[in-house]
Nanobody, 124 residues
Framework: QVQLVESGGGWVQAGGSLRLSCAAS????????MGWFRQAPGQEREFVAG????????YYTDSVKGRFTISRDNAKNTLYLQMNSLKPEDTAVYYC?????????????????WGQGTQVTVSS
């Protein structure tokens, strides 16, 4: 079992920045691919960004490329999402996710563990 706890969400004006963190409980954090998903009201949960076990590969959905950066610190069992140039359409609950391989991050049904989510609200 892996417990994931997100933090860093909040309210920000358009153009601002936020940094999300996800702390994992398990020492084998480094053996998992990690990712961020988001879910806006009335919409399906969607993939935002992913990162491989050793940070060698990163993946982004088109709408956040160039604005968001995913990173991880395996020594601290922590995943990050730096979000810059935020837009109102980025408003959502953001979830941290764990999968055994990066390709599984592309399928919500293949996510092994989810965090509880953190709210991000961007005002215009």
């Amino acid at each position: 079992q892996v417990q994931l706890v997100e933090s860093g969400g909040g309210w920000v004006q358009a153009g601002g920045s936020l940094r999300l963190s996800c702390a994992a409980s398990r020492r084998t954090f480094s053996t998992y691919a990690m990712g961020w998903f988001r879910q806006a009201p009335g919409q399906e949960r969607e993939f935002v960004a992913g990162i491989s076990r050793n940070s060698g590969s990163t993946y982004y959905t088109d709408s956040v490329k160039g604005r968001f950066t995913i990173s991880r610190d395996n020594a601290k069992n922590t995943l990050y999402l730096q979000m810059n140039s935020l837009k109102p359409e980025d408003t959502a609950v953001y979830y941290c996710a764990v999968a055994t391989t990066p390709i599984r991050l592309g399928d919500r049904s293949k996510i092994d563990y989810w965090g509880q989510g953190t709210q991000v609200t961007v005002s215009s």
